[in-house]
T-cell receptor
Framework: KAGVTQTPRYLIKTRGQQVTLSCSPISGHRSVSWYQQTPGQGLQFLFE???????NKGNFPGRFSGRQFSNSRSEMNVSTLELGDSALYLCASSLGGGEGQPQHFGDGTRLSIL | AQSVTQPDIHITVSEGASLELRCNYSYGATPYLFWYVQSPGQGLQLLLKYFSGDTLVQGIKGFEAEFKRSQSSFNLRKPSVHWSDAAEYFC????????????FGGGTRLMVKP
């Protein structure tokens, strides 16, 4: 069974640009969450989608947005990029709509802002 | 809101020695508790989880963790460490009625001496 797939693996952008990251969950998984990982702030929750609806949202500015498609694939978008957005962005999927379910993580997209 | 503290940023143990990684959480009820491991350049892999019931949980790779409500702790243990266990370990808390959102501790980097 294929794991969580994130594309691209690496991305370099400049300040002010926008970026879209993609996540394909494990087949059959319907919940997708996104996390930002930085050396200074650690792992921080961005948002969770289930059945194409945002179910939870972390404490990030509105420049960070996401969506989920009917096939459970998810994208996150960051607009007006800032230097501080440089991070590893991790996507995680879990099976259903319950709570506290184990999440399976992808290898992440490393975003560098110049 | 819940929070997680991993008091040890770095730990070095000799191969074959026992290991205990500490995790303390703050949450008003019994949380969902997880331990994840991250190798360089990769995503997070779930080691074990606690939802309810038996307070000693077994995980993969020979790891176990014990939930102690009175101490708000969920320490990870392994009786004999292997060189391949060198990685970063994260404790995470999921709140009730919060979907699959996780709050992570700052992580403990484990180094293994030959």
């Amino acid at each position: 069974k294929a794991g969580v797939t994130q594309t691209p693996r690496y991305l370099i952008k400049t300040r002010g640009q926008q970026v879209t990251l993609s996540c394909s969950p494990i087949s059959g998984h319907r919940s997708v969450s996104w996390y930002q990982q930085t050396p200074g702030q650690g792992l921080q929750f961005l948002f969770e989608y289930f059945s194409e609806t945002q179910r939870n949202k972390g404490n990030f500015p509105g420049r960070f947005s996401g969506r989920q498609f009917s096939n459970s694939r998810s994208e996150m978008n960051v607009s007006t990029l800032e230097l501080g957005d440089s991070a590893l962005y991790l996507c995680a999927s879990s099976l259903g709509g319950g709570e506290g379910q184990p999440q399976h993580f992808g290898d992440g997209t490393r975003l560098s802002i110049l | 809101a819940q929070s997680v503290t991993q008091p040890d940023i770095h730990i070095t143990v000799s191969e074959g020695a026992s290991l205990e990684l500490r995790c303390n959480y703050s949450y008003g009820a019994t949380p969902y508790l997880f331990w994840y491991v991250q190798s360089p350049g990769q995503g997070l892999q779930l080691l074990l989880k606690y939802f309810s019931g038996d307070t000693l949980v077994q995980g993969i790779k020979g790891f176990e963790a014990e939930f102690k409500r009175s101490q708000s702790s969920f320490n990870l243990r392994k009786p004999s460490v292997h060189w391949s266990d060198a990685a970063e370990y994260f404790c995470a808390v999921g709140a009730r009625n919060a979907g699959n959102m996780l709050t992570f501790g700052g992580g403990t980097r484990l180094m293994v001496k030959p």
